[in-house]
């Protein structure tokens, strides 16, 4: 069974209640069952983590190809303006990737409008909400099974 691991950044923990009107209501927990619901339909395993603290997601990226990962889903939340430490442990790992954010950053401040993170992601989903994630679980699985049938 394929791996995904979906990690989540800074203050995606208060989704439910941090600006609704910008993130949604679903909370994450909410929103990782119906991702790992998603997942497991589609013949993927998916495990997820979240941490406000920029070392503990380099060190959970790191660790992910000993432990079976094939590939990353991953919402930065503020550090895809700001981190080249995480972009350069995403390279590091050689893992195909998908970029995932709740709003659509494009349309908000213009300091939002750089990520470190989407040249290097197989593709971003964007601006579509809590399925966002559902949507990028699904586009994982496909990509794992393309390669295995290769």
Do not use: K, W
Not at 36 to 65: K, V
Not at 76 to 94: C, K
Not at 113 to 118: G, L, M, Q, V
Request: one cysteine or more.
């Amino acid at each position: 069974m394929s791996r995904l691991l979906l990690l989540n950044g800074p203050n995606l923990n208060l989704l439910g209640n941090r600006e609704p009107g910008i993130y949604g209501a679903d909370t994450l927990e909410s929103i990782e069952r119906r991702s790992a619901e998603r997942a497991q339909a589609a013949g993927c395993e998916l495990e997820c983590f979240q941490s406000n603290a920029e070392h503990e997601l380099i060190e959970r990226i790191q660790r992910a190809p000993a432990q079976g990962t094939g590939f990353l889903i991953f919402n930065p939340g503020a550090f895809t303006h700001t981190s080249i430490a995480l972009r350069d442990a995403v390279l590091a790992v050689r893992l195909p990737m998908i970029e995932v954010h709740l709003s659509n950053p494009h349309a908000r401040e213009a300091f939002r409008r750089r990520s470190y993170f989407s040249d290097i992601a197989v593709g971003v989903v964007s601006g579509l909400g809590a399925l966002g994630y559902e949507l990028a679980v699904e586009a994982a699985c496909r990509h794992l099974a393309r390669g295995a049938r290769a």
